[in-house]
């Protein structure tokens, strides 16, 4: 099998995560008022710096030998990124829809090691500037420092030391890979100190810098720049673990983590006395206190503050899938011992689902809710999703859950309320269901120090990104082209949310605008519009885009116009690639996304002819 390079791998690693984990929906309401400016499609682009003269040459056996000889000869892709461009908009960029490209740049792949120790090889980033400059199209540019920034020498050296690197509850860092990739879990400390942020701050400088020496007609063609990329808190099997829930780990039990949680808890409580009347825990100093990492139910546990699992924050999802072609549900509502709840969030991305059920042409069939249990009495309690049609009602999905006390004694064994002898919900013509969260007899004990702990590793994401971004700006770069290049867990109804931490960082009052990946039935869902309604976000780009669809031919054009109408200042098909075919793997999963007239995996070859369609708006 052939190997890539680190220059070509960074265009694609940088977002693999979002792409095969991620989809869900994002439609749109028609935009009134003053015609909006232009909606640039900028893809990404793997392979900037492939020049044909070492494409075309036999000679080299692999990327890594074909694009130092590029360097050598002090060309890039231009060539070829311009014959591809042309294919989707000739003649170049014009009318409401532009087409442009988004150019990856890995800050800590910049480095090389000289004498006088690790340095930004500016050879490396000219060639890559060199680019942005002779194509004369608007750009993306994504300066990407999260974990998937792991290639070239300085990563496998700064993943030595403990102290750059995310920590589990016994101390130890998590050894990832990601369908092949090799990922660092890099620390969420914005400690400057740190060498891990000592050379993503010093690229961030010196890259911008570079930046702001362009010509500014090649400034003014920079539409937006993302900036560190899918940051959130880790976790084991990042490949196939976030929609898990049994015998959860998580990040970050680092001794700095723990003292900043110390910390965080002061801030937010003034003295360890309020600290424990809301707990009911018995602290007597802030450094007595322990970041929750037991579970209660296999350990030993010195005070129930050390108790954690998915559902010690007090919140316990039901969630599952409804197809329903016909719309004839009007609502989907939790009981909870007989007694209606909440409306149950509905519209989120189930892609398995879909890729699982052949006449399912939908992927946003995803429902869900997080039912706050922690103000329940002890006991067996009985929970109902029910669905309603024409005023009746039927029964989608039930469990029996019970409300443990914190001494772990016996509870009532009395069955709880419920509603009985409800039709199932397949009963409709052409219904089908399934709630597949929690499994029935669920156990949940209510720890108020976990939902503390929850709370501060969403802070910990959202510190790093407002360092970052902070830095970027003194750096010289504009504030109103920056974005941020986040995961958005809450689209998937199946995902465990507190594995990622990265709530936070996605709501209204981010000092950044919001830049949102989003693959799947996220390209065109009313869940998605209606949360950023909510959020108040309307300028905003879309740093990572597939419908990854194929039943339905037109759900490419749905999904790219929908960003338009939403208001989109940029979005970034995922992907096309300028590497020379032999030189490409067979065994990533993520070639599947290549955009191109004959890959016809996840409907990308629909999406491509879309892209080419929709650029003569």
């Known amino acids: 099998m052939k190997t890539f390079s680190v220059p070509s791998l960074a265009t694609t690693v940088a977002s693999l995560a979002s792409v095969l984990l991620l989809a869900n929906s994002i439609p749109v309401a028609a935009q009134t008022g003053p015609a909006r400016s232009p909606l640039v499609v900028a893809p990404v682009i793997e392979g900037l710096q492939m020049c044909d003269e070492a494409a075309q040459d036999s000679r080299f056996a692999n990327v890594y030998e074909a694009e130092a000889q590029c360097r050598r000869l002090k060309v890039g892709g231009t060539a070829a990124l311009n014959r591809l461009l042309d294919t989707l908009e000739p003649g170049g960029p014009k009318g409401q829809v532009q087409v442009g490209f988004t150019a990856t740049l890995q800050l800590l792949g910049l480095y090389k090691h000289s004498g006088k120790g690790w340095e930004i090889d500016d050879a490396q980033l000219d060639n890559f500037l060199r680019v942005i400059s002779q194509v004369k199209r608007p750009v993306v540019l994504y300066l990407a420092a999260d ?46 100190h740190l060498p891990v942020n000592k050379y993503r701050y010093a690229a961030l400088q010196h890259v911008a810098k570079k930046i702001g ?33 049994k015998d959860i780990q998580v990040t970050d039990y680092s001794l700095a983590s723990v003292k900043g949680f110390q910390q965080w808890l002061e801030k937010q409580f003034s003295t360890i006395e309020k600290l424990n009347a809301t707990t009911g825990l018995n602290f007597k100093s802030w450094a007595e206190v322990t970041a929750p990492a037991k579970d209660i139910r296999k350990e030993k546990l010195l005070h129930f503050g050390e108790h954690y699992d998915a559902f010690a924050d007090g919140k316990l999802p039901f ?35 879909y890729r699982a059920v052949e006449n399912i042409t939908d992927p946003n069939v995803g429902f869900r809710l997080d039912y706050d249990f922690s103000q329940l009495p002890p006991g067996r309690h009985h929970a109902q999703a029910v669905a309603e049609a024409k005023g009746k009602k039927y029964l989608l999905g039930e469990a029996q859950f019970t409300v443990v006390p914190r001494n772990q004694s016996s509870v009532a064994a009395e069955p709880a309320a419920s509603l009985r ?8 013509p052409g219904v089908k269901a399934w709630m597949d969260l929690p499994s029935s007899g669920q156990d949940v004990y209510f720890n108020p120090l976990a939902k503390l702990w929850n709370q501060y590793r969403e802070w910990q994401v959202q510190q790093m990104l407002e360092e970052f971004h902070t830095r970027a700006i003194q750096a010289g770069l ?21 594995l990622f931490a990265a709530n936070s960082s996605l709501k209204t009052g981010m000092p950044w605008k919001h830049g949102i990946n989003m693959y799947g039935g996220t390209t065109h869902s009313a869940w998605m519009r209606d949360y950023m309604v909510r959020e108040r976000i309307t300028d905003y780009g879309v740093p990572e885009f597939h419908p990854q669809q194929w039943k339905t031919e037109s759900v490419h054009m749905t999904a790219l116009q929908a960003q338009y109408d939403q208001g989109a200042r940029f979005i970034s098909p995922y992907y096309f690639s300028l590497v020379p075919q032999r030189f490409k793997g067979n065994g990533f999963g993520i070639n599947r996304l290549e955009l191109g007239p004959n890959n016809q995996q996840d409907g990308s070859h629909q999406f491509y002819k ?8």
Do not use: C
């Open 147 to 192: 974990h998937f920034d792991s290639f070239g020498p300085l990563t496998r050296e700064l993943q030595k030391n403990p102290q750059n690197l995310l920590q589990l509850r016994d101390g130890k860092p998590l050894n990832l890979n990601y369908f092949g990739y090799h990922v660092i879990p890099y620390t969420l400390q914005t400690d400057p």
């Open 213 to 245: 020496a362009l010509p500014k007609e090649v400034q003014s063609r920079i539409v937006g720049i993302t900036f560190m990329g899918e940051l959130h808190q880790m976790f084991p099997d990042f490949e196939n673990g976030m929609g898990s829930f």
């Open 319 to 353: 969630s599952g899938w409804l197809w329903d072609p016909q719309n004839q549900i009007q609502k989907l509502d939790l009981y909870v011992d007989g007694r209606m709840i909440a409306p149950m969030e509905r519209g989120l991305n189930r892609l398995d689902v």
């Open 421 to 428: 002898s409800l039709p199932k919900v397949d009963k409709l």
């Open 478 to 498: 504009p504030a109103a082209k920056l974005f941020s290049h986040q995961i958005m867990p809450r689209v998937n109804s199946s995902w465990n949310h507190n």
């Open 610 to 617: 879309a892209l080419i369609k929709f650029a003569k708006k």
